[in-house]
């Protein structure tokens, strides 16, 4: 049970990369992404946790706007 809550974690996670632009923003490259990944926490490490708030803040925002989309359709 824990295993396939696991995999379908990993899986959400990955659905968000592509939801955000970065798979083709990348060229599908794993490394690319990787390393923007890595950029984006040691940027955010290096700030005091504004980051973290912003992120959230654009992320709920771009979350609400998709359902709104979709309960128009």
């Keep these: 049970m824990a295993r396939r809550e ?5 899986i959400e996670l990955g659905g968000l990369v592509q939801k955000a632009g970065l798979v083709d923003l990348a060229d599908d490259d794993r490394a690319t992404i990787y390393g923007a990944l890595l950029e984006l926490v040691g940027r955010a490490r290096g700030e ?6 912003l ?3 654009r992320g709920k925002r771009a979350f609400d706007a998709e359902n709104n989309v979709e309960e128009l359709s």
Excluded: P, V, Y
């Excluded at 005091?48 to 708030?53: K, T, V, Y």
């Design 55 to 57: 992120w959230k803040r």
């Design 48 to 53: 005091a946790g504004d980051s973290l708030a």
């Design 6 to 10: 696991r995999t379908r974690h990993l």
